[in-house]
């Protein structure tokens, strides 16, 4: 079992930047994928950015490239969501999920744990 606790959410004006933090704990395998999500009112969850937890590797979702970064420290058991020139349509609830497996690291079905989320609000 692994536990995920995010934080770092809040209300933002457009342009502003805001770090996530997801805590992680438990069993925890080093080729786990960390990954982060979002949901908008009224839509699907979405693939934002996924880190390979022991090589670095990562995946980013179209609307996020060249504006977000994920990272992890390896020692904290902590991944990070650095998103830089948020946009209004950036606003939604932000998910911390972990999983391994061989389904495609932007799937969510990939991802086995999940934290309770964290609300992020642009406004203009």
């Known amino acids: 079992q692994v536990q995920l606790v995010e934080s770092g959410g809040g209300l933002v004006q457009a342009g502003d930047s805001l770090r996530l933090s997801c805590a992680a704990s438990g069993r925890f395998f080093s080729d786990y994928w960390m990954g982060w999500f979002r949901q908008a009112p009224g839509k699907e969850r979405e693939i934002v950015a996924t880190?390979?937890?022991?090589?670095?590797?990562?995946y980013y979702g179209d609307s996020v490239k060249g504006r977000f970064t994920i990272s992890r420290d390896n020692a904290e058991n902590t991944g990070y969501l650095q998103m830089n020139s948020l946009k209004l349509e950036d606003t939604a609830v932000y998910y911390c999920?972990?999983?391994?497996?061989?389904?495609?690291?932007?799937?969510?079905?990939?991802?086995?744990?999940w934290g309770q989320g964290t609300q992020v609000t642009v406004s203009s």
């Open positions: 999920a972990v999983g391994g497996g061989y389904r495609p690291v932007n799937s969510r079905a990939r991802y086995d744990y």
């Open positions: 880190i390979n937890w022991s090589r670095g590797n990562t």
